[in-house]
Nanobody, 123 residues
Framework: QVQLVESGGGLVQAGGSLRLSCAAS????????MGWFRQAPGKEREFVAA????????SYADSVKGRFTISRDKAKNTVYLQMNSLKPEDTAVYYC????????????????WGQGTQVTVSS
């Protein structure tokens, strides 16, 4: 089993930055592709970014491309989401997720989910 715990959410002004962390536990963590999703009130959960097991491959939703950066540190069992130039529409609960495969696939439902962390961007 893999347990995921997000942190780093909070309140930030538009144009500001925030760094989310996802701490993972479990011996199989390093063999998982990791991703971030978000869900705003009244909206469906949407894909934000993903990173391969090796960290060599990343993907982003068009809405965050150029502003967000996903990375991972296997030594610390942690995945990060650096969010820059934040906009009010980025306000959502952000969830860390993992897939039991080397490369992330948006068509595949994640095998593990974190509890979520709130990000609020004020105008």
């Amino acid at each position: 089993q893999v347990q995921l715990v997000e942190s780093g959410g909070g309140l930030v002004q538009a144009g500001g930055s925030l760094r989310l962390s996802c701490a993972a536990s479990g011996r199989s963590f390093s063999s998982n592709a990791m991703g971030w999703f978000r869900q705003a009130p009244g909206k469906e959960r949407e894909f934000v970014a993903a990173i391969s097991w090796s960290g060599d491959s990343t993907s982003y939703a068009d809405s965050v491309k150029g502003r967000f950066t996903i990375s991972r540190d296997k030594a610390k069992n942690t995945v990060y989401l650096q969010m820059n130039s934040l906009k009010p529409e980025d306000t959502a609960v952000y969830y860390c997720a993992a897939q039991k495969r080397l490369l992330w696939r948006n068509s595949l439902t994640p095998d593990y989910w974190g509890q979520g962390t709130q990000v609020t961007v004020s105008s």
